[in-house]
């Protein structure tokens, strides 16, 4: 097993196309083709975690948040970063985040905090636009079936809870094939009118290389006539933070007080309580203040996140409580969800945990 099958896997899960445009996921050192002698899995790749990998014997560091961030422009040693690019390439091992685009995936990050607090009915709080397409082709009749089975088969035609979505309908396709084509149907030199299907499907883009090549392999003619459409539609699988229902509406003290025990946190700072009862939750991993207004759009009575500044937890207005629970507590849970995504894909293989705690923030 190389790198390159275990980063498949992580990017099959959370594509690196939706990474934010400000962050650095992806392979940060190392090589794909190396072979896998052993994974540590841990939220930041720091140089005890490089030590410890080298102590269990792996190569392979698979961390939340990418230590190259800002780009290197000297590699002397003086700061931390650059410490852990001098320690994991004189060691070759390879060091792999999967940041925003692990946050964004509707089972990502905030999956896995709304997993804490057992949060049902969830959905993306901030779902992304512009990351569907949508392909149109025209196949013979008797083929239609073949071509739709092969596009399912590659992906395509996902929408919410269902798949095998598409539309199709029958229509009259014409084309002359010049004299030294060999056309599936019809003369060289002569209009040809086919009895056709045209098959419209979804898809998100960055799945267009494997439908398109599925489509080109089933389908019966030489030129394939087909169009690829970008959709302004918001993509509800993708995006930002959940929100989603408790079990049971809670107090607000006790609601605070079960964040506080979910998420192992020696502080949870909390905006004025509002006298109601908490039922409907707002959650995203790391700085979250961002996505307060959504949050609050979606009539949430709570929201779960981090790294708040004094005049950010103002702007909860009463509308909501804010729970800061600190940046690396409502993260935590991304190295279990490193841990499932590969032991579901890699039976006979098992990457470690890393038993070191990178928290940099301690509480009195
Ligand atoms: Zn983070």
Not at 178 to 189: F, I, L, N, S
């Amino acid at each position: 097993m190389t790198i390159r099958d275990i980063i498949q896997v992580i990017e099959t899960f959370a594509p690196l196309s939706y990474q934010e445009h400000y962050d650095n996921a992806g392979l940060l050192f190392g090589r794909p083709e190396w072979e896998v002698k052993g994974v540590l899995l841990t939220l930041d790749a720091t140089e005890a975690v490089l030590d410890e990998a080298l102590e269990k014997g792996c190569n392979l560091v698979i961390a939340h948040h990418p230590i190259v961030f800002g780009g290197l422009k000297k590699i002397t040693g003086r700061n931390y970063v650059e410490r852990v690019a001098i320690k994991a390439i004189k060691n070759d091992i390879a060091v792999y985040a999967a940041h925003t685009n692990l946050d964004n995936v509707r089972a990502g990050v905030s999956a896995m905090m709304a997993g804490r607090l057992d949060l049902t009915h969830t959905r993306v709080l901030d779902p992304k636009r512009e990351l569907l397409r949508k392909l149109f082709t025209f196949v013979p009749v008797a083929d239609a079936e073949i071509v739709r089975g092969a596009l399912f088969a590659a992906g395509a035609g996902h929408i919410g809870k269902y798949s095998e979505c598409c539309f199709y309908h029958e229509g009259t396709g014409t084309f002359k094939g010049a004299p030294d084509t060999d056309p599936y149907v019809g003369k060289p030199g002569e209009r040809h009118s086919e009895g056709e299907v045209k098959v419209e499907v979804i898809f998100p883009a960055w799945m267009e290389g494997q439908v398109v090549q599925a489509m080109l392999k089933h389908h019966p003619y030489e030129e394939v006539a087909y169009d690829i459409v970008k959709l302004e539609n918001s993509y509800a699988e993708v995006g930002s933070g959940l929100v989603g229902l408790l079990p049971e509406e809670m107090d607000e003290m006790d609601f605070l007080r079960l964040v506080k025990e979910r998420f192992q946190t020696g502080c949870v700072r909390y905006t004025p309580l509002r006298g109601k009862k908490v039922h409907k939750v707002a959650v995203c991993g790391g700085a979250g203040s961002f996505l307060l207004k959504q949050a609050k759009a979606a009539g949430a009575d709570a929201y779960v996140s981090a790294d708040f500044k004094y005049h950010e937890f103002f702007d909860a207005e009463n509308q909501l409580i804010i729970a800061d629970v600190g940046h690396f507590e409502s993260e935590q849970f991304a190295v279990d969800l490193f841990y499932h995504i590969l032991t579901e894909n890699f039976r006979n293989f098992a990457p470690l945990k890393s038993t070191i705690n990178t928290n940099p923030v301690n509480y009195l």
